[in-house]
């Protein structure tokens, strides 16, 4: 890819050798992340088997995708999906932010059933106690 058209790409794109060393960016990663020579400057510590593996993997002529975290401008690490293919020993390296979707958890139906017979049941000792203390003021007047 030519060096002037990959500074336009509209993500975070890396053009690295295998030692990691980036040999040319897109502009707009320098608004994730602060300028650097290498790669694993930005991957955080827990993520470098997975950066190295995608790395090594540079005879391989398919892309390798991985979810790796990178430090940004502002120290914080965030989640990116990654993907690098190569092509004659240069690895272009794709980022896109992946966001956290909050997802809603459902409980099993057998916590449901559980749920809807303890509800049953309190309502079956209100009641007794609603009677018991009907009971208690008649005997009171």
């Known amino acids: ?3 002037n058209v990959c500074r336009w790409a509209p993500i975070p794109y890396f053009q690295i050798n295998q030692e990691g060393t980036i040999l040319n960016s897109s502009n707009i990663t320098h608004s994730y992340s602060h300028s ?3 790669i694993w400057n930005i991957v955080h510590k827990e993520d470098l088997t997975k950066a ?15 979810r790796l975290r990178l430090q940004t401008r502002n120290k914080s690490f965030v989640n990116f999906k990654c993907t690098i293919q190569w092509e004659n020993n240069i690895g272009h390296l794709v980022c896109t932010e992946v966001k956290s979707i909050k997802v809603s958890i459902v409980p099993p139906l057998s916590v449901l059933k559980s749920l ?7 309502k079956k000792t209100e009641k007794q106690l609603n009677k018991a203390a009907q009971i208690i003021n008649i005997k009171k007047h």
């Open 36 to 38: 650097t020579s290498n």
């Open 1 to 3: 890819m030519d060096r």
């Open 116 to 122: 809807v017979s303890t509800h049953e049941q309190l």
């Open 52 to 66: 190295i593996l995608m790395l090594s993997r540079n005879a391989s002529s398919t892309p390798v995708t991985e």
